[in-house]
């Protein structure tokens, strides 16, 4: 089945030639179906990449999901263009009243930043705490889960010296939940952070239940105990190339990156990359989706 998307989205060409399954807002309109309403805040910097890499996710379902994008009102991104969010983003008042099926916080580059410091950080409080009442499941991404653990555990950000930077192996936890059926038991998944989830911290300090980790990465995955949280500190939706591209960034920029760890062959950064997480990923928001979301969320949203 299709992802519904805004007429004239420059993700619906990309993805069409990728035979992803892309219905616009003039098709869906002549389905009587009931389909899944899906937000996606959108903290990411680079915002028409961002879209592409979760709606490709996404679409890897036989449900029909409705996508909203959503972003901080006032806020300016300095990598997309003001007339893309302007054409085809929300603001938060323009959908607070309304409850919706799903939504995804994503990352955003703010590892080094202080929540206080973060210039929309109470329009982003507002919003998680919002999810409670009115979203049936809520799924963050890195820099995503570490404002999920503040508002929801009073939790800080546990800086790192140096990015953590690559692909890594993660171990499926031993314990049954429907996120991880079908996952292998372990499975490798994309980071890119200045902050690290140890696994000590969400034993001690929260309710939490980790279903996977790594030695290196620390929790990558963890769920609320009524599901209406998942937390995933890495970046399931990179492309094969995403490491790569920010690597040169921070290299253009002269702030030395190290390589990228267990991601370019042979460690040679000339050679290109492969997606080794593809699989995992697709399962991941796939299972999300059905057990999470489609499972439980009532008929009628209203």
Request: aromatic fraction near 12%; glycine fraction near 4%; charge should be negative.
């Amino acid at each position: 089945m299709p992802i519904k998307v805004p007429n004239g989205l420059p993700a619906n060409a990309v993805l069409a030639r990728e035979q992803v399954f892309v219905m616009t807002e003039d098709r869906a309109s002549h389905q009587d179906i009931r389909p899944l309403n899906l937000l996606l805040l959108n903290l990411m910097p680079n915002k028409i990449n961002t879209e592409i890499q979760y709606l490709r996710k996404l679409s890897n379902t036989p449900l029909q999901v409705n996508i909203k994008l959503l972003r901080i009102e006032e806020h300016i991104s300095h990598n997309t263009p003001q007339s893309h969010p302007d054409e085809f983003y929300v603001n938060f008042e323009e959908v607070c009243h309304r409850n919706f099926d799903g939504l995804i916080v994503t990352g955003a580059p703010l590892d080094k930043v202080e929540f206080k410091d973060v210039d929309y950080w109470s329009e982003l409080t507002r919003i998680i705490c919002w999810s409670q009442e009115h979203v049936t499941s809520t799924l963050f991404s890195c820099w995503g889960v570490a404002a999920g653990l503040k508002v929801f555990y009073d939790l800080d950000m546990v800086p790192r010296e140096e990015k953590l930077s690559g692909v890594f192996m993660e171990q499926t936890a031993s314990s049954f939940d429907t996120l991880i059926r079908g996952f292998d038991d372990t499975f490798l998944a994309p980071f890119s952070r200045y902050i690290d989830f140890p696994t000590r911290m969400f034993n001690e300090h929260t309710d939490l239940q980790i279903l996977a980790e790594g030695e290196e990465s620390g929790v990558y995955l963890a769920v609320s105990p009524d599901r209406k949280q998942v937390y995933v500190t890495g970046h399931p939706e990179y492309d094969a190339t995403t490491l790569a591209d920010e690597y040169r960034r921070d290299l253009k920029a002269n702030k030395s990156p190290r390589l990228p760890e267990h991601y370019f062959p042979f460690n040679d950064p000339a050679l290109k990359p492969s997606c080794a997480w593809r699989s995992h990923a697709s399962m991941l928001f796939g299972n999300w989706l059905n057990y999470y979301v489609y499972q439980s969320t009532p008929f009628k949203l209203d």
